[in-house]
Each structure stands twice: as C-alpha cells, then as structure tokens.
C-alpha cells in the first residue's frame, strides 16, 4: 500500500523557504595556478566553507556514488542531477548498457529485433559521440556492438562518429578515428561492407541539447541522412585532421564533413529500408536528433527528405516523451523523485536556469522526464542561453539573470522550494579557457550571494552545491598530481569533468539551530542531498531514499 504522503519530519518545521543552488562543474581540489575556483575571488562560496565547521563539507560526485561502473568515472551533470533528485543511486546508462552487451541480452532485446528486420536489404546506421569519455558513449561499447551486429546479420555498416575534445582531451579524436578505421577494416576483411559515411565535432554537429540551437541537429542531418556536407574527404582519418587545421576548429567544434568514393559520391547517406541506431546512452544531447529521425511531424529545419527507417536508441532518452520508442536498452527506472514526492506534499517549487543547463534543474532532476509533475505547482523557468558562441567569449553567462529570477521567485513568497543552476564553472570550464573560467567562477560566486542574501530577506534555508568537479582543474596531471606536458612543453588543458567532491553548504536564518551535518556519513554523495532537502521542508524522506546528511541536535 504505497504511499506518496511523507511523514513529518519529528523536530524540523514546515514552511520555510529552501534553496538548492547547484553550482555546475565546482569540485573541490588542491589549490594552484590551475584551480579556477581557488584563482577566482569567490568570497561568498570561501565564507560557506571557513564558517561553521558542521554546515559546510564534500560530498561524492563520482564513480559508483552517481551510478557509473567504476570510481575511475567522472561526474557528469546527467548521473549528478539524477542523483540530487532522485535520492537514490541507479545504475545509469553506461553500467546498464556495459551489463546488455557483456551478457549479449542487447542482441534478444525488443530494439535490436526491430532494427535487425533491415539487415537484409538496408544498411545499419550507427550514430553518436566517439570517446571513451565514458559521459555520452564509449568507444569500447560502440565496437561492442559492431561486432555483435555483424554477428547478429548486419551486412552493410555505417558509422557517423561525433568527435569529443570535451569529455576527453582536445586532439584524441584523431586516435579514436583510427581505432575506428581499424576495427572496421577488420569487418571489411570478413566481407562486411563496413565504412565511416561522415563526422563532425560534436558542438557543432548534431549533439545540441535543450533546443538551444537546432541548426546543429541540422547539420548532422544533412551529413548523415542526405549525404551533404562543406567538406568532403575519402579518407576519416584524413579529414579529421585537416579540419582541425581551420581557423577556430578543434575536436568540440569540427566542421561537418562526408566520406566520398572516387566518383564522389557520399558513400553513406541514410535511405528508405535503413536502420538507425544512436549508440550514446545520455539522454540530454540524443533528444533533439532522436525527434528529427523519429518523428513523421516535424517543423525545426526542413529535413528535405524523411527516409523510412527503422531507428532505435541506445537507450530510451526522455521518459515522459517515450522517444525513441525504439531502444536497445531499457534506461534506469528512476521513479519517486524528491520533486514528485514534494509537489505531492504541497511544496510549490520554482526551477530555473539558462537553455544550456535548463533541462539539468528540470529534466534530469526529475528522472529524465519532461514537463511538470503538476503545473499548478510548479513553475520553471528558462533564460535563453547565447546561441552561436563559445563560453569563453561570455564568461558570466546568464548567472546574474538566473539570480534574479530565483530572488524574485524567494521574496514572492508564492514558492517553498527555488532550485537553480549556475552554469558557469562547468560551460566555460570545457572550453579551456583558464582566464574565462576564472571569470566564471566570480560571476557564479555573486550569483551565491544573491539568492543567499534573498533567503536572509525571507527567514529561509539554503542548500549550496554542486553536481561534479570541472573548473576547480584545467590541466592533465600524471599520477603524483604535477601537470602533464606535451612535446614542445606546454600544458594539457583539461576541458572534462574531474573526479574530485564537490561542497555542500548549508544556512540562513530558518535553519533550525540545531540543524548541522552528521559526522557519521563519510561517504555521503549527491543521492544524499535529496532527504537533506526534505528534511528543510520538514518531512522524512522515504525509507528506500540515502540517508539525510544532518541531524538535529537539541541545544
Ligand atoms: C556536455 O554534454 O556538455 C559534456 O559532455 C558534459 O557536461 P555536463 O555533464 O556538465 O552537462
Ligand atoms: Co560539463
């Protein structure tokens, strides 16, 4: 006999004003010349950290706290925001699909029976991001499945890679091509007819999110689907190094490209009878390409051609939208998230951030589902991101505007929960801009401050934190810690994630004076921040939640 009625929380009150501030990409790390956070003048989030000792620590943000295999994974914003919403750990897609393809339950899966009725007479198609990133895809799943796909009827074999250069260091692209090339020469020696049709970096080419700018989407499609691009090569390998020549282009930002045969005709444009599968198993930036390949309807770009195809995901990406509905892999059922359980219980929550991160406080917060869970109770609201632009070019974003609406929204009184992210750290982090992301941090730091100062304003209760590390690292260290350099001897700039902790910090004037963190959860992660939020709204979270960071002790 279930239940969505949360029990009171037996010394905590209800009605105080929360908010949960998620700074994106701010882990903490050593200080030095490389540490953003550490270089930036941050005195709201260095007042969280050097006041009460029991209201500020580091909480887990990577590896098997966030659901990924192993603890040699970085955070990323999909398993943190997951985690922070949820309260409880999932195994999430990388895991899930490691699981499908080592037990070959991949191949037996209702997808792959779907997509497997083109073998005979169309070409398999696959799409998506060529790292070993391991936060959209991994190299190693996608010759996974090349090779079970063969096994399992697959003639015709085409890939349409994205490169990296954001997950994984700018320039390894070109080994992954050739790793690629390799693998597939090895298919073409068993009498697969097995190529790359095209490629593209993945900022530029089909990997946008949160409709921000659906031109991207555009241009994959026009490589992949109707064999069109500004450049054409004959070779991959080749073409992803002479594209990195051109001005302003690098792994992230690749112009797109088409592989020709010596007549010069695209040798892997997607036609009727074909199949489709997008290998990444991230939900956030497969979205918007999974509705131009699935959807009869559809007004974004005009996609000149709709081929009739037989299209899956590697996983199902947005829940509530059921797209595709075709997968390979069933994604994590996170179910009975904080935010359903809250609105359940009467707390009226506003949500907010830009376009590029708008879908973190929202989508992956709530499972990875669309919409509101009751639109009478909620409110979220979205600043549009600059479109067309590195971050490095605007460091301080939207980060005031997302203040401001979070402080309107605290002092309205009309809402108990105002959750936001401040994208800054993390966007301008992955462009590896060390002076930028220094600006960055200042810019979310007085972001902090504003919504602090507004829950001052009310009597309410913050909760500062953060999904995984970025900003606090921009360089490649060998394992004692010193910066890796290069031949001629500079530095490696890191654009990934990190896998450092990330601080929690808690205050305002409503937060009960007994109310501090307990010292007997060392190993508390982000899946424990959500019965800590609800705690501050004066409930219990449900039993099968991580436990509450805090304790109430009487003074
Ligand atoms: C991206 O998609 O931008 C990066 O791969 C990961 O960044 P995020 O996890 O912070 O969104
Ligand atoms: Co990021």
Redesign the pocket.
């Known amino acids: 006999n279930f239940s969505w009625k949360l029990a009171d929380h037996p010394k905590l009150p209800k009605g105080k004003t929360v908010a949960v501030v998620v700074l994106?990409?701010w882990g903490e790390a050593n200080p030095d010349e490389y540490n953003c956070i550490h270089t930036a003048k941050t005195p709201t989030m260095d007042s969280l950290k050097t006041g009460a000792p029991e209201k500020w620590r580091l909480v887990r943000a990577h590896g098997t706290a966030v659901g990924l295999p192993t603890e040699d994974d970085m955070g990323?914003?999909?398993v943190g925001h997951n985690a922070l919403g949820a309260g409880r750990i999932f195994a999430q897609g990388a895991k899930l699909v490691d699981l499908a393809l080592a037990s070959g339950k991949i191949y037996e899966g209702e997808g792959f029976q779907y997509i497997k009725e083109s073998f005979d007479k169309g070409t398999l198609h696959l799409i998506g991001l060529l790292s070993d990133g391991g936060?959209?895809s991994r190299l190693d799943q996608l010759q996974l499945l090349l090779k079970g796909a063969t096994e399992h009827g697959a003639k015709r074999i085409r890939v349409h890679f994205l490169t990296d250069g954001?997950?994984v260091l700018d320039g390894s692209s070109v080994g992954f091509v050739e790793t690629l090339e390799n693998d597939l020469a090895n298919l073409r020696e068993k009498g697969i007819d097995a190529q790359i049709a095209s490629g593209g970096g993945r900022m530029y080419v089909t990997m946008d999110r949160y409709e921000n700018d659906w031109d991207v989407v555009k241009r994959g499609w026009y490589a992949q689907v109707l064999g069109e691009a500004p450049h054409k090569f004959q070779n991959a390998v080749e073409a992803v190094k002479e594209l990195r020549k051109e001005p302003k282009a690098n792994d992230q930002y690749l112009p797109p490209f088409v592989i020709v045969d010596e007549s010069g005709e695209a040798v892997g444009p997607i036609v009727d009878g074909d199949a489709v599968v997008t290998f990444n198993f991230r939900a956030?930036?497969m979205v918007m390409p999974a509705k131009a390949l699935e959807y009869e309807n559809f007004d974004k770009f005009d996609r000149i051609r709709f081929p009739k195809i037989r299209y899956a995901g590697m996983l199902q990406y947005d829940g509530e939208l059921k797209l595709p509905s075709h997968y390979l892999v069933s994604p994590p059922e996170i179910d009975r998230t904080s935010g359903q359980y809250l609105v359940k219980n009467g707390i009226r929550t506003f949500a907010c951030s830009e376009t590029v991160k708008f879908g973190h406080v929202t989508f992956f917060w709530n499972g990875n589902r669309s919409g509101y869970f009751d639109s009478t109770m909620e409110e979220y609201v979205e600043i549009p991101s600059d479109v067309g632009i590195t971050f490095n070019v605007q460091p301080k974003m939207k980060a005031l505007e997302i203040a401001e609406k979070a402080r309107d929204a605290i002092l309205s009184g009309k809402f108990d929960q105002v959750r936001v992210n401040i994208p800054n750290g993390?966007m301008v982090g992955?462009t590896g801009d060390i002076e930028a992301t220094t600006v960055a941090c200042e810019a979310a730091d007085v972001a902090v401050k504003m919504i602090i100062d507004a829950i001052e304003q009310v009597g309410g209760i913050y909760v500062v934190t953060a999904d995984?590390g970025n900003a606090e690292d921009m360089v490649k260290r060998n394992k004692s810690g010193k910066p890796l350099l290069d031949k001629e001897g500079k530095i490696q700039v890191l654009t990934s994630?990190t896998l450092q902790p990330v601080p929690i910090a808690i205050g305002g004037p409503g937060l009960s004076p007994g109310a501090r963190f307990r010292s007997d959860v060392p190993s508390g992660g982000l899946a424990n921040v959500a019965a800590t939020v609800m705690n501050f709204h004066g409930f219990e979270a449900p039993g099968d939640y991580e436990t509450t960071l805090i304790e109430v002790v009487d003074n």
């Open positions: 994106d990409g990323n914003s999909e936060v959209h954001r997950d956030d930036r993390d992955h995984h994630h």
